[in-house]
């Protein structure tokens, strides 16, 4: 079985793992650097906006161009009176981006390239942009974010709780300003495609978040009837539990973006697809990030400052001081319990075979395994 | 091993046969369904097909932003319509997207100029005197035409044509009135007999042009009258381009359609215009059993020369009393007039249905209407071009899969079998119905509408692995494999719905919010959310259930995936109760 499994396998009885929560102070720090190195980017860089978004027109021309990028520059500056910007993509095609012109102009424009070019003015592709077309797009994806933001916090809200959903909304952001701040630092261009990307992301941070919040959730129904473990304690083995299956989801999302990335970007050069996947793929990797770095400590932070659990960790901690001047070890009880709130048919856990372990383990699954001393 | 024998568990792992053969009738049914249709691949959008997209954006005139409404919005995307399919392509297709936007998508082969032209300018509507008309299809020429003299006197007008008369409250004259309604009647009642009613002028039309002597007797008359003659408007290339080109002053040949049946006009010039209706709505009259009529209200202009023009017209004997409604060169309507209509509103009746009379009067008003379009992007792909991105999208499609199958193979080894038939199945599933919904919906696949596939490949195995996880906890406490799949499903069911409801939503919003590419996205986004759904409960679990009987499983054979030593469990322990929460009631 491959290394993950059995790594999984102590990860989930809590032989290993990773203080999330109790070092969440050096996470927050370094994503409020992110942040912070976002926001600077974006400010001072400013978004390399494509041409979607300024109003003006791309033309793609056939593979295999013979013209030079600085010829067709010239051709293309000759023929509209405007700057132009040519890419030569990877399949020797050249696109060819001004900005500016009206969408009226451009067909005279492409028949004066075409013929510059020397191919059929058939053969060019061209995408004809007015100035508004990127604002409205700009404008309705705002509008679509704010009303999903609403929604989902009002969902979780109700799902989970309102702590959870403060916290997935602020892992959410995180996870966009970080997509956008990387776009500012790199320069990569942001065209429909970018926001495309950017709005899955929505769907996607919260995928992660939402499955650690699922087992947090599970593991604190009945928190306040024990003294063992604080909140913070309870999170942070959530985090540890699902952290297999958070790895295993990411990889698994990023592999298909992955492949659209890199056929995109290494045959295509530019287009969609390339747009798409590339912000798909920074703000998955943010998504998985914050949903274990951000949003559970962060939860556990909003917890931890109510009163009830106030009252728990005082109370475990006094118990745990108590346990260490004794010099014992807090054995756990479950023999009989009377708090079983699970329905599940007792068969089902009943499996046979000699006891080898005293009664008293406690094993709930993904829940304190007894051997966390 | 435990017997699960009693209980829920027995209830919950019951039938997974039939969850399975389920799937699988949707699955043969639908794909039965696909090539029944004989659409067995999925239409394609223009970025992928090649062809030229335009994106318009209706903007009010100052003041009159709510003439932006769904009524104008689809009264533009109507005329839209028959402008574009009037270049003679009737493949290209005119639609809405969100509540301002009109997409046209045309495909390659078409001079996309002359549509950007066409669909570009706003809407002319033109009232013309009809000077003559004649039906071009062979079979309405042969029905009599009864009612060629007296228009007035009795029901022997058999006329499918609708008519106009002034509105009950307008001050027309009052036998006027008086007629229309029982006529109405008598109207009504006809085409509910007849269908295919044939109206009036037909035998005696072909003579008619040269007796017209009324309003358009010019020099060109006899070019105009060649035409006519010449003109046959059951021809579908026709039909839409015959009276394209003319001018208001002029006379002119038109097509248009009554009753199902085609006819060409000969048409006087225009005597009111679009913009003198100031408005026109469909209502149903129930005073007098007429069905379903337009009222026109004309402006003040508009009203002097409509009591003209009906003044006139009203003398004249059929089809000379008529006048046809002509949007963009093609009659929509070609109402008979009994008497002058001065009180400056009118209403055209006859056998109309609800949807026609909207429609009629959708179009009298839209000549009037303070929207125009913005021309807000204009794509042009080369076939080329977008074959070479469908097939990038397919090439990252399969190589992302591929990827995706080989990490579960790594990871989650005889598990596999489990989780390979549910991706395919998705995918089989999202095919099929993308291909049905081509025809369906008018659902277009494009470039990020195959990205959307692509990345939703992520979601669906991600169902997988939250079972399977959810199953290998189970395993690690110590449990067999039977009570580990059913203890392990109903935690798993929660995520799993949980976090494909989040991504719902996401597509939801999206979807209804966005405009353009964005659409084709979340579209297909939401679609594989929801049949990830349907698989991991109708086929993955079920499979996952029935698979646990055996041996290979059960056992947790070393190249299962669910091997208890690889995946460290606990030596199994008899317990009679099973401890939840991290409890101590001892110590609490």
């Given at each position: 079985?491959?290394?993950?499994?059995s790594?999984?396998?102590?990860?989930?009885?809590g032989?290993?793992g990773?203080?999330?929560?109790?070092?969440?102070?050096?996470?927050?720090?370094?994503?409020?650097?992110?942040?912070?190195?976002?926001?600077l980017?974006?400010?001072?860089?400013?978004?390399?906006?494509?041409?979607?978004?300024?109003?003006?027109?791309?033309?793609?021309?056939?593979?295999?161009?013979s013209?030079?990028?600085?010829?067709a520059?010239?051709?293309?500056?000759?023929?509209?009176?405007?700057d132009?910007?040519v890419q030569?993509?990877?399949?020797?095609s050249?696109r060819?981006?001004?900005?500016?012109?009206?969408?009226?102009?451009?067909?005279?424009?492409?028949?004066?390239?075409?013929?510059?070019?020397?191919?059929?003015?058939?053969?060019?592709?061209?995408?004809?942009?007015?100035?508004?077309?990127?604002d409205?797009?700009?404008?309705?994806?705002?509008?679509?974010?704010?009303?999903?933001?609403?929604?989902v916090?009002?969902?979780?809200?109700?799902?989970?709780e309102?702590r959870?959903a403060?916290a997935?909304?602020?892992?959410?952001?995180?996870d966009?300003?970080?997509?956008?701040g990387?776009?500012?630092?790199?320069?990569?261009?942001?065209t429909?495609?970018?926001?495309?990307?950017?709005?899955?992301?929505?769907?996607?941070?919260?995928?992660?978040?939402?499955?650690?919040?699922?087992?947090?959730?599970?593991?604190?129904?009945?928190?306040t009837?024990?003294?063992?473990?604080?909140?913070?304690d309870?999170?942070?083995?959530s985090?540890?539990?699902?952290?297999?299956?958070?790895i295993?989801?990411?990889?698994?999302?990023?592999?298909?973006?992955?492949?659209?990335?890199?056929?995109?970007?290494?045959?295509?050069?530019?287009?969609?697809?390339?747009?798409?996947?590339?912000?798909?793929?920074v703000?998955?990797?943010?998504?998985?990030?914050?949903s274990?770095f951000?949003a559970?400590?962060?939860v556990?932070?909003l917890?931890?400052?109510?009163?009830?659990?106030?009252?728990?960790?005082?109370?475990?901690?006094?118990?745990?001081a108590?346990?260490a001047?004794?010099g014992?070890?807090?054995?756990p009880?479950?023999?009989?319990?009377?708090?079983?709130?699970?329905?599940?048919?007792?068969?089902?856990a009943?499996?046979?075979?000699p006891?080898?372990?005293?009664?008293s383990?406690?094993?709930?699954?993904?829940?304190?395994?007894?051997?966390r001393? | 091993?435990?017997?699960?024998?009693?209980?829920?568990?027995?209830?919950?792992?019951?039938?997974?046969?039939?969850?399975?053969?389920?799937?699988?009738?949707?699955?043969?049914?639908l794909?039965g369904?696909?090539?029944a249709?004989?659409?067995?691949?999925?239409?394609?959008?223009?970025?992928?097909?090649g062809?030229?997209?335009?994106?318009l954006?209706?903007?009010?005139e100052?003041?009159q932003?709510?003439a932006?409404?769904?009524?104008?919005?689809?009264?533009a995307?109507?005329?839209?319509?028959?402008?574009?399919?009037?270049?003679?392509?009737?493949?290209a297709e005119?639609?809405?997207q969100?509540?301002?936007?009109?997409?046209?998508?045309?495909?390659?082969?078409?001079?996309?100029?002359?549509?950007?032209?066409?669909?570009?300018?706003?809407?002319?509507?033109?009232?013309?005197?009809v000077?003559?008309?004649?039906?071009?299809?062979?079979?309405?020429?042969?029905?009599?035409?009864p009612?060629?003299?007296s228009?007035?006197?009795?029901?022997?007008?058999?006329?499918?044509?609708?008519?106009?008369?002034?509105?009950?409250?307008?001050?027309?004259?009052?036998?006027?009135?008086?007629?229309?309604?029982?006529?109405?009647?008598?109207?009504?009642l006809?085409?509910?007999?007849?269908?295919s009613?044939?109206?009036?002028?037909?035998?005696?039309?072909?003579a008619?042009?040269?007796?017209?002597?009324?309003?358009?007797?010019?020099?060109?008359?006899?070019?105009l009258?060649?035409?006519?003659?010449a003109?046959?408007?059951?021809?579908?290339?026709?039909?839409?381009?015959?009276?394209k080109?003319?001018?208001?002053?002029?006379?002119?040949?038109?097509?248009?359609?009554?009753?199902g049946?085609?006819?060409k006009?000969l048409?006087?010039?225009?005597?009111v215009?679009?913009?003198?209706?100031?408005k026109?709505?469909?209502v149903?009259?129930?005073?007098?059993?007429?069905?379903?009529?337009?009222?026109?209200?004309?402006?003040?202009?508009?009203?002097?020369?409509?009591?003209?023009?009906?003044?006139?017209?009203?003398?004249?004997?059929?089809?000379?009393?008529?006048?046809?409604i002509?949007?963009?060169?093609?009659v929509v309507?070609?109402p008979?007039?009994?008497?002058?209509i001065?009180?400056?509103?009118?209403?055209?009746?006859?056998?109309?249905?609800?949807?026609?009379?909207?429609?009629?009067?959708?179009?009298?008003?839209?000549?009037?209407?303070?929207?125009?379009?913005?021309?807000d992007?204009?794509?042009?792909?080369?076939?080329?071009?977008?074959?070479?991105?469908?097939?990038?999208?397919?090439?990252?499609?399969?190589?992302g899969?591929?990827?995706?199958?080989?990490?579960?193979?790594?990871?989650?080894?005889?598990?596999?079998?489990?989780?390979?038939p549910?991706?395919?199945?998705?995918?089989?599933?999202?095919?099929?119905?993308m291909?049905?919904l081509?025809?369906?919906?008018?659902?277009?696949?494009?470039l990020?509408?195959?990205?959307?596939?692509?990345v939703?490949?992520?979601?669906?195995a991600?169902?997988?692995?939250?079972?399977?996880?959810?199953?290998?906890?189970e395993?690690?406490?110590?449990?067999s494999?039977?009570?580990?799949?059913?203890?392990?499903?109903?935690?798993?069911?929660?995520?799993?719905?949980?976090?494909?409801?989040?991504?719902?939503?996401?597509?939801?919003?999206?979807?209804?919010?966005?405009?353009?590419?964005?659409?084709?996205?979340?579209?297909?986004?939401?679609?594989?959310?929801?049949l990830?759904?349907?698989?991991?409960?109708?086929?993955?679990?079920?499979?996952?259930?029935?698979?646990?009987?055996?041996?290979?499983?059960?056992?947790?054979?070393k190249?299962s995936?669910i091997d208890?030593?690889?995946?460290?469990?606990?030596?199994?322990?008899?317990?009679?109760?099973?401890?939840?929460?991290?409890?101590?009631?001892?110590?609490?």
């Open positions: 079985m491959s290394k993950l499994g790594i999984g396998a102590r990860l989930h009885r032989e290993v990773y203080d999330f929560v109790g070092n969440r102070k050096i996470w927050y720090g370094i994503s409020i650097l992110i942040t912070i190195t976002a926001i980017g974006l400010t001072v860089r400013g978004l390399n906006m494509g041409i979607e978004f300024q109003g003006g027109a791309a033309f793609t021309t056939p593979k295999h161009m013209a030079s990028v600085s010829q520059e010239k051709y293309a500056q000759d023929a509209s009176g405007h132009a910007v030569k993509l990877g399949d020797g050249l060819i981006q001004i900005a500016g012109i009206d969408t009226d102009k451009s067909d005279s424009i492409k028949t004066q390239l075409a013929k510059d070019l020397n191919v059929s003015s058939e053969n060019i592709a061209a995408d004809l942009v007015g100035p508004s077309w990127g409205q797009i700009a404008n309705k994806a705002w509008e679509g974010l704010a009303i999903f933001m609403v929604l916090v009002i969902y979780l809200a109700i799902a989970f309102w959870m403060l997935a909304l602020v892992a959410l952001i995180h966009i300003t970080i997509t956008i990387i776009y500012a630092l790199v320069g990569f261009e942001v429909p495609g970018t926001v495309i990307g950017l709005l899955t992301i929505l769907g996607y941070s919260l995928y992660d978040t939402v499955v650690v919040f699922d087992s947090l959730k599970e593991q604190t129904k009945d928190i009837k024990q003294t063992r473990w604080t909140y913070s309870i999170a942070n083995r985090i540890n539990g699902t952290l297999v299956r958070s295993n989801t990411t990889v698994v999302a990023l592999l298909p973006v992955g492949a659209l990335l890199f056929i995109g970007g290494g045959f295509l050069g530019a287009g969609v697809l390339n747009d798409i996947s590339l912000s798909l793929f703000g998955l990797a943010a998504g998985a990030y914050s274990i951000i559970t400590p962060l556990a932070d917890k931890e400052a109510e009163p009830q659990m106030k009252a728990l960790k005082k109370r475990v901690l006094a118990k745990r108590q346990a001047a004794q014992d070890q807090p054995e009880e479950a023999t009989d319990r009377s708090d079983d709130d699970y329905d599940e048919p007792e068969d089902a009943a499996v046979v075979g006891r080898a372990q005293p009664a383990r406690n094993r709930g699954r993904g829940r304190p395994s007894g051997k001393r | 091993m435990a017997a699960p024998k009693r209980g829920r568990s027995a209830s919950a792992q019951s039938k997974p046969g039939r969850s399975l053969a389920l799937i699988l009738i949707a699955i043969v049914a794909t369904g696909m090539f249709s004989g659409h067995t691949t999925p239409r394609l959008g223009i970025d992928l097909a062809g030229t997209s335009i994106t954006r209706a903007v009010p100052k003041g932003e709510s932006v409404n769904k009524t104008n919005m689809d009264t995307v109507d005329i839209m319509n028959r402008r574009v399919n009037g270049l003679g392509v009737s493949e005119v639609q809405t969100g509540t301002r936007n009109i997409i046209v998508n045309i495909p390659k082969g078409t001079n996309s100029e002359e549509a950007r032209q066409q669909v570009g300018t706003t809407a002319k509507l033109y009232f013309r005197p000077l003559a008309t004649e039906a071009s299809s062979g079979a309405a020429t042969a029905s009599p035409s009612s060629t003299s228009s007035a006197s009795s029901s022997s007008s058999s006329s499918a044509k609708p008519k106009a008369t002034g509105s009950s409250s307008s001050s027309a004259t009052p036998s006027a009135t008086a007629t229309s309604q029982g006529r109405a009647a008598s109207d009504a006809k085409a509910a007999a007849t269908s009613a044939s109206p009036s002028a037909t035998a005696s039309s072909s008619s042009p040269s007796a017209t002597s009324s309003s358009a007797a010019s020099a060109a008359a006899a070019k009258e060649a035409q006519y003659t003109l046959d408007c059951s021809k579908k290339s026709v039909q839409n381009t015959a009276g080109d003319s001018t208001a002053k002029d006379a002119t040949v038109a097509c248009g359609k009554v009753s049946v085609w006819y006009y048409l006087g010039p225009a005597a215009d679009g913009t003198d209706v100031k026109a709505s469909a149903f009259n129930t005073t007098s059993a007429a069905g379903w009529q337009v009222t026109m209200d004309f402006t003040g202009g508009g009203s002097k020369k409509f009591a003209t023009i009906t003044g006139e017209l009203a003398k004249n004997t059929s089809p000379q009393n008529e006048f046809g002509v949007l963009d060169g093609q309507s070609s008979f007039v009994q008497g002058a001065t009180g400056g509103n009118a209403e055209i009746s006859g056998s109309f249905t609800q949807e026609e009379a909207q429609s009629l009067a959708n179009m009298l008003s839209y000549g009037a209407l303070p929207l125009t379009f913005h021309e992007s204009v794509t042009t792909v080369t076939a080329a071009l977008g074959g070479e991105q469908l097939h990038a999208g397919l090439i990252a499609g399969a190589i899969l591929a990827l995706v199958v080989i990490y579960l193979l790594i990871f989650y080894r005889g598990l596999s079998v489990i989780a390979i549910s991706l395919l199945v998705s995918a089989i599933l999202t095919y099929v119905i291909a049905l081509g025809p369906g919906i008018g659902f277009a696949l494009n990020p509408a195959v990205c959307g596939a692509i939703a490949i992520g979601i669906t991600d169902s997988f692995i939250v079972f399977f996880e959810r199953i290998r906890d395993i690690r406490e110590g449990r494999l039977r009570p580990s799949v059913e203890r392990a499903w109903p935690r798993a069911r929660r995520t799993i719905l949980v976090s494909d409801f989040v991504s719902f939503l996401a597509a939801a919003v999206l979807f209804i919010v966005t405009v353009g590419k964005v659409q084709g996205f979340a579209f297909t986004l939401g679609l594989t959310t929801v990830d759904v349907v698989v991991v409960f109708l086929f993955t679990k079920p499979l996952m259930t029935i698979l646990a009987r055996r041996k290979f499983f059960a056992d947790g054979h190249w995936g208890p030593k690889a995946l460290g469990a606990k030596p199994p322990l008899r317990r009679t109760r099973r401890p939840s929460a991290p409890v101590d009631p001892k110590e609490a």
